[in-house]
DNA sequence: CCTACCGATCGGTAGG
DNA sequence: CCTACCGATCGGTAGG
């Protein structure tokens, strides 16, 4: 349905399209109740009955944007999971690329984690639709790891992934008030660093080499 | 100020104490811009005059929301941390109050989150005046952990705190769509104790001894 | 703690 | 894509 949509629009599509950023980049900062439809009218400097042309209603402007966010990811993931050869790099790619996607657009995880607060059965049905299959794509690797004894064993797959996903969600979103926890001049890197180590050493069983020598 | 008011409301405190509780309850629900005076005022039945009697403004209303729940942890932290006797019982007590701390009442982390979207600037003031010194204390203690080598040495002890932190906070907010990524019955058992394994294994260096017998 | 009332802003419609 | 306009709701005030 929505995808008829865009294509129906695709001679005015350069309208539709700057809406919705603004929208998403409105929405993500403001939250939804308070951003109204004239300011993102205003962002790309037409009235508010003109936009309502493009887009039927708020609720369905809102619903717009929150399906936009969740296309961006889906053309992503699907290539990294299938890619990597070894487990270690499967881990560093999918985690590095889903950092990447949400630290260049920060907005994008604010974005999220206010669907998530605010429009919980929406966000439900979209997760268990589009993200689920690679939720469980994750899980059935990470059980194969514990079998093969390079995960730790006392480790529940689905209640790990959730745990991260939240984690990198929540790091992005909350980057604002990063200098409130870290003094430090470079406090993104070390949020990030540090998210990296967290979600590689809950998963990965130690090195016995590398033990060792510690 | 803030302390002076109560004094002062204190004959009237319990209208004063309904009208705060009612609200933290709908901001953390539907967030502050969705949220009414008159609805606040509905569910405590009185009138949006009246509730305006007790505080003079919305935006006064939000900021004693924040702070009350601010005021909450500032009476758990302290004793907690200054009781345990070894790191591992440090641990498990304060991660333990904090993780009860949200669970049993998941709006205090929704009224959080939202607090840190909608107003980080506010929230890095409140986190840097009544959060900071616990942080520091906590971080003191990694500190001393690494150089005891019972915490894993490439960790930040101020982005680790921040990333736990974030992580709790995050876990009990977004637990309306915890069923979208765990399809099992206790989703939330699972949630809480991935929570504490992940927290642990990322801060603590495996023993030795456990480490031999897997 | 109330009634009565205010200007401002909201999402949305009519009609072109 | 616009002007003109709508009813509803918002936070807040006056006055008692």
Redesign the pocket.
Known sequence: MAATQIALDKS?GS?REAILEAAVRLFAQHGFAK?????I?QE???????L???F????ALETAAIESLNNSWQNILPQILSEAKNPGERFDRTLGVCIEFFQEEPTRAQLFVRALLDKPDELKEIIKRDLQPWLKFIAKYIRRGQEEEIIHSDLDPEAYTMSVTILILSTFALGQVRSAFIDSGNAEMLAKNELIRFARTALFRPNRMENNHG
């Open positions: 005015k309208a951003t109204s439809l004239k300011a009218a790309v400097d037409i009235r508010t009955p003109s309502l042309y493009h039927p209603s708020k609720q």
